[in-house]
């Protein structure tokens, strides 16, 4: 049963157990409070500064009755906190699921049927399976072109670039990039030339009677880790050296670094980039050259391991949708004079599926 006291700072101690304790501040909690004259009903922002609060502020009485927090502050507010709301806060437990790396070892692919995602069950099971895994594959939709942008925008605005709102991946003379080719392509990031990379991407079939041109996903995430377990020095180099990454064509000239592996703050996996066609590696020490071009070539290799690499294909009125951060794609190549391939695709922003998720789980 979770107990309070004031301690002699005037912080609020919460004891969720006897090993887990929490000194709350009060004006940390005073910013919280949600009655009507502080907090708007509509979009949940502030009516008012919480920089004018005054610092000196104290809490005059509490009481906790049924998991429900009350607070008397001594400016007069009374406000009422929900105890797992609060904690799971001071947690910073998210309702987000967190990543699951994985392999090619499914034994059901995470498919959907486009025709059932109007049910809000459905919906969130996809969305929850797309930030556990990275990336799911939806059948039945329309083979109509444009039908990816229209998918696209369940979620969210489609981010546009200098290929449009959305891009045709076929074949065609003189193409600035190598994916309007009919040309076999490894695993790889999109975009790691953009300043931040496109979050997701979505690949819409409407025709693919060529032979060949089979899909592939990787899971950048899984790598990185076994890296991190079985090849420390390696993993070490890929997540401290930048690499220039950049796009060229007539119109104009894109360049980032980044690391092939990105950490967060924390030495967590953040994100993968990695696209052989389009990255330059900058000057190192000839010993310290070699370790990269070591592990860099340990990486390409896993990323096209079969203990890594997923292969399925893509039929008219499939589409697949991926973590363009964290799941690598690829296609085997195609032979044009055996029939026609069509993929449409657009790129969306994270905070679109995340958001969606939040909403739906907000809801139940």
């Not at 032979?211 to 790598?223: E, H, P």
Request: charged share 30%.
């Amino acid at each position: 049963m979770t107990r309070a006291e004031i301690d002699k700072n005037d912080c609020l101690v919460i004891y969720e157990d006897q090993f887990s304790n929490y000194h709350l501040h009060p004006l940390w909690l005073r910013e919280r409070v949600t009655d009507p004259e502080f907090l708007d009903s509509n979009n949940y922002q502030r009516l008012y500064e919480p920089s004018l609060i005054t610092q000196n502020i104290t809490i005059k009485n509490f009481s906790i009755e049924k998991e429900i927090l009350k607070i008397k502050f001594s400016d007069g507010v009374e406000g009422s906190f929900l105890l797992n709301v609060l904690i799971n806060e001071l947690k910073q437990k998210d309702i987000i699921p967190d990543k699951k790396p994985w392999k090619n070892e499914f034994e059901n692919l995470p498919i959907y049927d486009f025709k059932s995602l109007n049910e809000a069950k459905v919906f969130l099971d996809l969305l929850s399976d797309f930030q556990e895994l990275g990336f799911v594959i939806v059948k039945n939709t329309s083979a109509e072109e444009g039908t990816v942008v229209k998918f696209a925008e369940m979620f969210g605005p489609v981010r546009t670039t200098n290929f449009g709102k959305h891009f045709d991946v076929v074949s065609k003379p003189q193409a600035n990039d190598l994916a309007y080719t009919s040309l076999g392509i490894k695993a790889h990031t999109d975009n790691p030339y953009r300043k931040p990379m496109p979050g997701i991407q979505i690949l819409h079939c409407i025709s693919n009677e060529a032979k060949g041109g089979d899909s592939s996903l990787v899971d950048g995430y899984a790598v990185a880790e076994y890296l991190k377990i079985n090849e420390p020095e390696m993993f070490e180099i890929l997540t401290t050296t930048d690499v220039l990454f950049k796009f060229v064509d007539k119109d104009i000239i894109l360049e980032n670094y980044g690391k092939l592996i990105e950490l967060d703050h924390n030495g967590k996996y953040l994100q993968s980039r990695f696209s052989g066609r389009l990255d330059y590696v900058p000057y190192l020490e000839p010993s310290q050259l070699e370790k990269f071009y070591s592990a860099r070539k340990k990486l390409f290799h896993l990323y096209e391991s079969e203990e890594f690499e997923l292969n399925f294909r893509l039929d008219s009125g499939m589409l697949m949708m991926f973590d363009n951060i964290r799941v690598l794609h690829g296609r085997t190549e195609y032979d044009v004079n055996t029939g026609f391939r069509h993929l449409q695709g657009c790129y969306i922003d994270h905070d679109s599926t995340e958001g969606k998720l939040r909403r739906l789980k907000s809801n139940l």
